[in-house]
């Protein structure tokens, strides 16, 4: 089992950036598919971006391809998501997953049950 904690949100103006982790506790952090989601108000969660278990393969939704970059550094147990070029849409409530099966590329599809979450952390972005 893993714990998951994310840090990092705050209130940003559109255009900026900001870098959000996902610490993780318990053991096994190497053995988990980490992915990001997002929940804006009114809105069903949503993908973001997922990333193998050595970090060599990514996965990101359209609206955050060459925007957001998803890493990990298993030594540190933790998973970042740099935010460039922020827009009003991103603003959301944005949650860190953990998942012991599938890929990165197979993470969007997932049952939520089926993964461990964090309990979120909010990203505002004004215009």
């Known amino acids: 089992q893993v714990q998951l904690v994310e840090s990092g949100g705050g209130l940003v103006q559109a255009g900026g950036s900001l870098r959000l982790s996902c610490a993780a506790s318990g053991r096994g952090f190497s053995m988990y598919i980490m992915g990001w989601f997002r929940q804006a108000p009114g809105k069903e969660r949503e993908f973001v971006a997922a990333?193998?278990?050595?970090?060599?393969?990514?996965n990101y939704a359209d609206s955050t391809k060459g925007r957001f970059t998803i890493s990990r550094d298993n030594a540190k147990n933790t998973v970042y998501l740099q935010m460039n070029s922020l827009k009003p849409e991103d603003t959301a409530v944005y949650f860190c997953?953990?998942?012991?099966?599938?890929?990165?590329?197979?993470?969007?599809?997932?049952?939520?049950?089926?993964?461990?979450w964090g309990q979120g952390t909010q990203v505002t972005v004004s215009s």
């Open positions: 990333i193998s278990l050595s970090g060599s393969s990514t």
């Open positions: 997953a953990a998942n012991f099966f599938g890929t990165a590329q197979t993470m969007p599809g997932m049952r939520a049950n089926d993964n461990y």
